[in-house]
């Protein structure tokens, strides 16, 4: 090294020779490691069972080149610092600014590439999650995970460029932790409605498309889980919208979860001296060759009661989606009805008997 000084002879030509062999040198370091990465690191990562570090070593490899420059650049400030140490003042702070830009820029890019691989990761660990469970991947709780972490993370960025910069962030975090305070006080309805969309996504009661019964006693479907309500599709294409809060406290009937198959029920009354086993056949036959209906678990007739004027059977099937289940009951009864006329099965209507007793004359 000191050859080299010697034979340069000027003091900032040596300096500003290495600046550029440090910087250039930097650039060849993060050319060859995007090359190893690229040929062996990928053939060692494709031998492992998960495919979240193939996806993680993209980003890295898309990023390599600006984390050389930036990284090439500020070490090649500090060997430029030495030339400038017996320079003005005017000199030594350009190149204080140059090198803080150099670290903001140095800072912005590890920042985008932290993101970048935590968004991966997240998605990735919700995919495996839902493939390993058998469950819809949620889209609406990909986006909330993804902003709490980039904000985090750039939180972390801000903290520590101010930090480099000699600011003292101990009173930013108490700043921002009373501002935190303030802010929850003064929104805790809003606060416990978003906390109780993250629990929905989360836990999962429900999702989008689930018929479910709200505690209020409408019944709809679900059309959007959003951060601070639901809104649920009722039948009349109105749309209802229920704060997240009130329903994770609530009792929710969800009629399409584990499964959509649903029941089919169908009240049956007949006159007192009916067959109830020809009844029995007669409705089990139209309910078998129904072709909505499942075979298995097979449907049933139930004997419920004996009415004041009729006798009282329920047929019970079941049918793969509860979108169905009202046609099914419709078809069934126009059905029954015609049968019953058919067959000469009367169907029963409230009657009273009347019995006039005459006094005795006197």
């Known amino acids: 090294m000191q050859n080299l000084r010697e034979y340069f002879g000027n003091t900032i030509l040596f300096h500003a020779v290495m600046t550029g062999l440090i910087f250039l040198g930097t650039l ?14 990928r053939k060692l990562i494709a031998k492992t069972e998960s495919e979240l570090d193939d996806l993680i070593l993209e980003i890295i490899l898309d990023k390599i080149k600006w984390i050389a420059i930036v990284v090439g650049a500020y070490l090649a400030s500090e060997e430029l610092t030495k030339a400038t140490a ?9 190149l204080g600014y140059a090198k803080g830009i150099i670290f903001v820029s140095f800072v912005t890019v590890l920042t985008f590439v932290l993101i970048r691989i935590a968004d991966t990761s997240v998605k990735y660990a919700m995919e495996t999650h839902a493939k390993r469970t058998s469950s819809k991947f949620n889209d609406a709780l990909l986006p909330l995970l993804n902003r ?36 929850a006080l003064a929104a805790q309805d809003t606060l416990a409605n978003m906390i ?26 679900v059309h959007e889980i959003g951060i601070r309500s639901t ?10 919208v229920s704060p997240n809060a009130e329903l994770i406290k609530a009792r929710i009937v969800n009629f399409s979860y584990p499964t959509s198959e649903i029941r089919a029920i169908v009240d049956i009354s007949v006159a007192y001296g009916t067959d109830v086993g020809n009844v029995r056949t007669l409705v089990l036959n139209l309910a078998s ?21 009729s006798l009282n059977l329920q047929l019970i099937a079941r049918t793969d989606d509860f979108r169905k289940r ?19 099965i009367e169907m029963p209507f409230p009657q009273r008997v009347v019995r006039v007793i005459n006094p005795p004359h006197a």
């Open 196 to 221: 109780g969309g993250f629990v929905i996504m989360m836990d999962r009661p429900f999702r989008v498309g689930d018929r479910i019964k709200l505690p209020t006693g409408e019944i709809g479907d």
């Open 289 to 309: 060759a129904h072709p909505d209906v499942l075979k298995n678990p097979p449907p049933e007739v139930l004997f419920l009661s004996f009415g004041d004027s």
């Open 28 to 41: 060849i370091v993060g050319w060859i490691v995007k090359r190893f990465l690229s040929t062996v690191g």
């Open 231 to 240: 809104s649920v599709l009722d039948f009349d294409n109105n749309m209802i």
């Open 326 to 344: 009202g046609k099914i009951e419709t078809t069934l009864r126009e059905q029954l009805y015609n049968a019953f006329q058919k067959e000469g």
């Open 86 to 94: 017996e320079a003005d003042i005017t000199a030594r702070q350009l």
């Open 148 to 183: 709490l972490v980039n904000i985090v993370i750039g939180l972390i960025a801000i903290i520590i460029t101010l930090h480099h910069f000699g600011q003292d962030v101990s009173s930013l975090v108490v700043s921002l932790g009373v501002g935190s305070l303030a802010i």
